[in-house]
């Protein structure tokens, strides 16, 4: 007889106990009722805590060989086989920086090129609402459809058991809004699907789609190490196991080192086509700022391009026809050739894009004279995009740049654990300096900020977490000593001794915000984490104004 492992979590002051047998079978009293909050807090017992992270960094992180294999039991759990994710009709996308904007504008062009098309989009992490993670139309699913759906998962999952002994018998926090996605965009026949990886592609759990209509990688870089290697090549090679047999694989510009093994995934799948694709020129308008922002568009554009060659007969670029069609293969087999033009619907798409968070310049909602700027950059390579963007005219420079005229300027940054703040604040401050010459700016990068805000991801002064921002991850004894931010803050005053201006070490997002504000007509910076960034939109009030696209 075995013997139950059992656990309980809250919700709502309310205890339900679950019964797990050794990852096999579960039973479980009904959870009494269905909202979204429920929702979050059952979704949050999935999240995997800080000390076992912390026990798997300390053993040397590698990706799960099973991990395939496991999310597809789950997806038969739910009553879904592989193949019929091949109807979700799926635009795959990878890459370590700007896979989320070039999903946002693959979406955006998307459905400005059809616009009687039901299209899907799943990506992570969110902002401010764990529902902002699945789209339909472009639009976050309500709190009611998601829980919805939320608990349809939940209860099929429940009720069904696992064909390996070895694997958890409930996915975690990602694997299961990934199993979700997948159910509720099959559930609702949509027309298209953008899916964007979480992390690397070859063992994510968005990888088990087995023919998507057409991959794409963005620009590589270096993230998740830990996970993925250390090498360009290693990295390239984990995003690069999207692609597939018969599938045309796109990426960007990159590294030679990348490039080439790319090139060697895309023969190995046997990938239709493997092609390499230039940024948009300066002179076509996006909703997206910064400069980065147009090798992302060059890439949704021709992924939208190879899409709509393949699955839509009424689809010509020449003509540039705006009706609805039906999404049904026409595609004759051959390489088809990037887009050399931009139709009026591609161009509106790209007009139109709205990806918050990224690059992101919002008036304060209380302050009139304040303005945020938002970037959840977080790697090197990202935060030398975002320091491109905040260091120039009209935006973190006065119009003139040799003028002293401006605001002052306050950063707040954090980074999660097992990123080097040192190599983060050395990249903002080479990037500083870097742009200020390229403007011919008389300032020096020691004196651009005149107060720096090292915060922890804790949302408000309380101690507390908004619900769809709790996260597990972080170590409870880190957070109250701040531990993080004290090696940040330490960092800083190692390169920058001479800095003139007030350095600040709090222990949450609302205490942070509250410090920037006392500063009268101030120009802040966020970056480091988007888990802050969308912190910041909740604490300061600048939801309704960041995340919707019409303000």
Same mark, same amino acid.
């Given at each position: 007889?075995?013997?139950?492992?059992?656990?309980?979590?809250?919700?709502?002051?309310?205890?339900?106990?679950?019964?797990?047998?050794?990852?096999?079978?579960?039973?479980?009293?009904?959870?009494?009722?269905?909202?979204?909050?429920?929702?979050?807090?059952?979704?949050?017992?999935?999240?995997?805590?800080?000390?076992?992270?912390?026990?798997?960094?300390?053993?040397?992180?590698?990706?799960?060989?099973?991990?395939?294999?496991?999310?597809?039991?789950?997806?038969?759990?739910?009553?879904?086989?592989?193949?019929?994710?091949?109807? +979700?009709? !799926?635009?795959?996308?990878?890459?370590?920086? &700007?896979? *989320?904007?070039? #999903?946002? @504008? /693959?979406?955006?062009?998307?459905?400005?090129?059809?616009?009687?098309?039901?299209?899907?989009?799943?990506?992570?992490?969110?902002?401010?609402?764990?529902?902002?993670?699945?789209?339909?139309?472009?639009?976050?699913?309500?709190?009611?459809?998601?829980?919805?759906?939320?608990?349809?998962?939940?209860?099929?999952?429940?009720?069904?058991?696992?064909?390996?002994?070895?694997?958890?018998?409930?996915?975690?926090?990602?694997?299961?809004?990934?199993?979700?996605?997948?159910?509720?965009?099959?559930? +609702?026949? !949509?027309?298209?699907?953008?899916?964007?990886? &979480?992390? *690397?592609?070859? #063992?994510? @759990? /968005?990888?088990?789609?087995?023919?998507?209509?057409?991959?794409?990688?963005?620009?590589?870089?270096?993230?998740?190490?830990?996970?993925?290697?250390?090498?360009?090549?290693?990295?390239?090679?984990?995003?690069?196991?999207?692609?597939?047999?018969?599938?045309?694989?796109?990426?960007?510009?990159?590294?030679?080192?990348?490039?080439?093994?790319?090139?060697?995934?895309?023969?190995?799948?046997?990938?239709?086509?493997?092609?390499?694709?230039?940024?948009?020129?300066?002179?076509?308008?996006?909703? +997206?700022?910064?400069?980065?922002?147009?090798?992302?568009? &060059?890439?949704?554009?021709?992924?939208?391009? /190879?899409?709509?060659?393949?699955?839509?007969?009424?689809?010509?670029?020449?003509?540039?026809?705006?009706?609805?069609?039906?999404?049904?293969?026409?595609?004759?087999?051959?390489?088809?050739?990037?887009?050399?033009?931009?139709?009026?619907?591609?161009?509106?798409?790209?007009?139109?894009?709205?990806?918050?968070?990224?690059?992101?310049?919002?008036?304060?909602?209380?302050?009139?004279?304040?303005?945020?700027?938002?970037?959840?950059?977080?790697?090197?390579?990202?935060?030398?995009?975002?320091?491109?963007?905040?260091?120039?005219?009209?935006?973190?420079?006065?119009?003139?740049?040799?003028?002293?005229?401006?605001?002052?300027?306050?950063?707040?940054?954090?980074?999660?654990?097992?990123?080097?703040?040192?190599?983060?604040?050395?990249?903002?401050?080479?990037?500083?300096?870097?742009?200020?010459?390229?403007?011919?700016?008389?300032?020096?990068?020691?004196?651009?900020?005149?107060?720096?805000?090292?915060?922890?991801?804790?949302?408000?002064?309380?101690?507390?977490?908004?619900?769809?921002?709790?996260?597990?991850?972080?170590?409870?004894?880190?957070?109250?000593?701040?531990?993080?931010?004290?090696?940040?803050?330490?960092?800083?005053?190692?390169?920058?001794?001479?800095?003139?201006?007030?350095?600040?070490?709090?222990?949450?997002?609302?205490?942070?915000?509250?410090?920037?504000?006392?500063?009268?007509?101030?120009?802040?910076?966020?970056?480091?984490?988007?888990?802050?960034?969308?912190?910041?939109?909740?604490?300061?009030?600048?939801?309704?104004?960041?995340?919707?696209?019409?303000?």
């Amino acid at each position: 007889m075995r013997i139950p492992y059992r656990f309980t979590i809250v919700i709502h002051n309310k205890k339900l106990k679950l019964f797990r047998f050794h990852g096999r079978r579960m039973s479980t009293t009904p959870i009494p009722t269905r909202t979204y909050r429920d929702a979050i807090d059952a979704l949050n017992s999935l999240q995997t805590n800080a000390a076992i992270l912390e026990a798997v960094r300390a053993a040397g992180s590698k990706l799960n060989p099973n991990a395939i294999p496991e999310m597809i039991d789950y997806l038969r759990r739910v009553g879904l086989k592989p193949s019929q994710l091949n109807n +979700l009709n !799926v635009i795959h996308i990878t890459g370590t920086k &700007g896979k *989320g904007s070039t #999903s946002a @504008s /693959t979406d955006s062009i998307l459905r400005a090129a059809r616009p009687g098309w039901k299209t899907g989009l799943y990506t992570s992490p969110h902002l401010v609402a764990v529902r902002e993670r699945i789209r339909i139309n472009g639009e976050p699913l309500s709190e009611e459809e998601f829980a919805r759906y939320f608990f349809e998962v939940w209860n099929l999952l429940q009720n069904t058991k696992c064909e390996a002994a070895t694997t958890p018998f409930m996915p975690n926090y990602f694997r299961y809004l990934t199993l979700m996605a997948f159910y509720t965009f099959y559930q +609702l026949k !949509v027309d298209a699907t953008i899916l964007e990886v &979480g992390i *690397g592609g070859r #063992s994510d @759990s /968005t990888n088990i789609v087995p023919k998507p209509v057409v991959t794409g990688v963005t620009a590589l870089g270096y993230d998740h190490t830990r996970l993925l290697g250390e090498k360009l090549s290693q990295i390239a090679n984990q995003k690069g196991g999207i692609y597939k047999e018969g599938v045309p694989a796109l990426t960007v510009q990159q590294p030679e080192e990348g490039i080439l093994e790319l090139g060697v995934c895309a023969v190995e799948q046997r990938a239709s086509q493997f092609t390499v694709i230039d940024a948009l020129p300066s002179t076509i308008p996006l909703g +997206l700022a910064g400069a980065h922002q147009r090798s992302n568009a &060059g890439l949704a554009v021709q992924l939208v391009h /190879t899409f709509l060659s393949i699955k839509d007969q009424s689809y010509s670029p020449m003509s540039d026809p705006n009706t609805s069609g039906t999404a049904s293969a026409t595609w004759s087999g051959s390489e088809i050739e990037p887009l050399r033009f931009l139709p009026t619907s591609f161009m509106d798409g790209l007009k139109n894009a709205h990806w918050p968070g990224r690059c992101q310049t919002v008036p304060d909602s209380k302050l009139g004279a304040m303005t945020w700027f938002l970037d959840g950059a977080h790697t090197q390579e990202s935060l030398a995009c975002c320091l491109e963007w905040f260091v120039s005219p009209a935006v973190g420079l006065p119009i003139s740049p040799v003028s002293d005229d401006h605001p002052p300027r306050v950063l707040i940054f954090n980074c999660t654990s097992g990123r080097s703040g040192d190599a983060f604040l050395t990249a903002i401050l080479e990037k500083v300096e870097e742009q200020l010459a390229i403007h011919g700016s008389l300032e020096k990068k020691e004196e651009f900020f005149a107060k720096v805000i090292f915060c922890s991801n804790v949302t408000y002064a309380s101690g507390n977490f908004k619900g769809d921002l709790t996260s597990a991850a972080i170590s409870t004894t880190d957070n109250l000593n701040l531990k993080t931010q004290r090696e940040i803050e330490a960092a800083w005053n190692k390169l920058v001794p001479t800095y003139s201006g007030t350095v600040h070490v709090l222990p949450s997002i609302e205490d942070a915000v509250e410090e920037a504000r006392k500063t009268l007509n101030v120009s802040v910076l966020v970056t480091g984490s988007l888990h802050l960034v969308g912190g910041v939109i909740e604490v300061a009030g600048l939801a309704d104004r960041a995340l919707s696209p019409k303000a």
